[in-house]
T-cell receptor, first 115, second 110 residues
Framework: DQQVKQNSPSLSVQEGRISILNCDYT??????FLWYKKYPAEGPTFLIS?????DKNEDGRFTVFLNKSAKHLSLHIVPSQPGDSAVYFC??????????????FGQGTILTVHP | DTGVSQDPRHKITKRGQNVTFRCDPI?????LYWYRQTLGQGPEFLTY????????KSRLLSDRFSAERPKGSFSTLEIQRTEQGDSAMYLC????????FGSGTRLTVV
């Protein structure tokens, strides 16, 4: 069962515009959410995270929004730059117990930012 | 701090052979995770160490897979009698929330 889902396999955006990447989850035990960026032949790189006690976290051009009632989160990138072109993964975790730090990932969304 | 290192970066092996991968985490990080990523999918959790203790194993980790972390430092992941379905990127991550990933080992079983 896919507990974390990214339903858009790809997204194409013009440079300078907003990129919005979406993620849905089913496990209500998840209380910490992360976004990772991945270039080919490299490991995922941490971008931004959010705890379930918040509904928004911002870091520069990146903002993550969490809607717990809908079990939905999104990553906004404003303004988008060609260097943002990569695969973006949503991940979720349960912070309590022995599974601390174990991440459950979505399938990824390929973002292409055109100059 | 040189980040998480994985060796080798690429491995091509014949079906039925054994392979071993190594991960060197960020020094002093006591948690180490192994994930596997196949084409078009996100990384999937395989197993997790806190220091030298292996605390959790995924059902994806068949009995052909074994992982160790002697002395709580580097870790090895061995796959015995490799199958074509084992072809994937094997990723190691260090520490906990906001884990830092290595560049991975790309395994191709022919």
């Amino acid at each position: 069962d896919q507990q974390v889902k990214q339903n858009s396999p790809s997204l194409s955006v013009q440079e300078g515009r907003i990129s919005i990447l979406n993620c849905d989850y089913t496990n209500s035990m998840f209380d910490y959410f992360l976004w990772y960026k991945k270039y080919p032949a490299e490991g995922p790189t941490f971008l931004i995270s959010i705890s379930s006690i918040k509904d928004k976290n911002e870091d520069g051009r990146f903002t993550v929004f969490l809607n717990k009632s809908a079990k939905h989160l999104s990553l906004h990138i404003v303004p988008s730059q060609p260097g943002d072109s990569a695969v973006y993964f949503c991940a979720a975790s349960v912070t309590g117990g022995t599974s601390y730090g174990k991440l459950t990932f979505g399938q990824g969304t390929i973002l292409t930012v055109h100059p | 701090d040189t980040g998480v290192s994985q060796d080798p970066r690429h491995k091509i092996t014949k079906r039925g052979q054994n392979v071993t991968f190594r991960c060197d985490p960020i020094s002093e990080h006591n948690r180490l995770y192994w994930y596997r990523q196949t084409l078009g999918q996100g990384p999937e959790f395989l197993t997790y160490f806190q220091n030298e203790a292996q605390l959790e194993k995924s059902r994806l980790l068949s009995d052909r897979f074994s992982a160790e972390r002697p002395k709580g430092s580097f870790s090895t992941l061995e796959i015995q009698r490799t199958e074509q379905g084992d072809s994937a990127m094997y990723l190691c991550a260090s520490s906990g929330i906001g884990s830092t990933f290595g560049s991975g080992t790309r395994l191709t079983v022919v």
